[in-house]
């Protein structure tokens, strides 16, 4: 069974771009969610998407933004880029509820920002 | 509000030493507490969960028990390998079950 697939692994941008990130949850798995990994700030929550809706949402400026496809699939944009984004992104899907049953993550795509 | 805490790092411990990372909890309702483990260049993945208060999780070794009246969720280890080398994270869910609080992650590093 293939894992939670997230592309690209590496990205590099400059202060003022946007970029978007992708995540390819398991197969059937219908809530993904959405994580920003810094050194300072450890693993912070981004939002959580479940059957093409947004249930949760953490505390991120408006420019952090996602979406999820009806298969599942769910992408995150960032606009506006600033030096304090770098950080690894990870994505984590489950069946239903990410409480309820084991959350999956990806390896992550670590965004720099020159 | 709900919050993890968990002991800071990094630590440093020789083979076949006893482990102990400390965890506790700030949550509202009852919440389900996690230890997810992440290797270098890896995501993280579930080592073991608690859904209530007096269970003990437990998974390659590794222990924690909810205790609610302390509100901690310490992990235990009685014999570490350097295979163990990695970072641990404690975590909560809240009781709707769809959001994640996530602590810092403590980095350990076993060495032969």
């Known amino acids: 069974k293939a894992g939670v697939t997230q592309t690209p692994r590496y990205l590099i941008k400059t202060r003022g771009q946007q970029v978007t990130l992708s995540c390819s949850p398991i197969?059937?798995?219908?809530?993904v969610s959405w994580y920003q990994q810094t050194p300072g700030q450890g693993l912070q929550f981004l939002f959580e998407?479940?059957?093409?809706?947004?249930?949760n949402k953490g505390n991120f400026p408006g420019r952090f933004s996602g979406r999820q496809f009806s298969n599942s699939r769910s992408e995150m944009n960032v606009s506006t880029l600033e030096l304090g984004d770098s950080a690894l992104y990870l994505c984590?899907?489950?069946?239903?509820?990410?409480?309820?049953?084991?959350?999956?993550f990806g390896d992550g795509t670590r965004l720099s920002i020159l | 509000g709900n919050s993890v805490t968990q002991m800071e790092g990094p630590v440093t411990l020789s083979e076949e030493a006893f482990l102990t990372i400390n965890c506790t909890y700030t949550?509202?309702?009852?919440?389900?507490l996690f230890w997810y483990v992440q290797y270098p260049g890896e995501g993280l993945q579930l080592l073991l969960k608690?859904?209530?208060?007096?269970d003990k999780g437990s998974n390659k070794g590794f222990e924690a028990t909810y205790r609610k009246e302390t509100t901690s969720f310490h992990l235990e280890k009685g014999s570490v390998q350097v295979s163990d080398s990695a970072v641990y994270f404690c975590?909560?869910?809240?009781?709707?079950?769809?959001?994640?609080?996530f602590g810092t992650g403590t980095s350990l590093t076993v060495i032969p």
């Open positions: 984590a899907s489950s069946l239903n509820d990410p409480g309820n049953q084991p959350q999956h």
């Open positions: 197969s059937g798995h219908r809530s």
């Open positions: 998407y479940f059957s093409e809706t947004q249930r």
């Open positions: 949550a509202t309702g009852y919440p389900s």
């Open positions: 608690a859904t209530k208060a007096d």
């Open positions: 975590a909560l869910s809240t009781y709707t079950g769809n959001q994640f609080y």
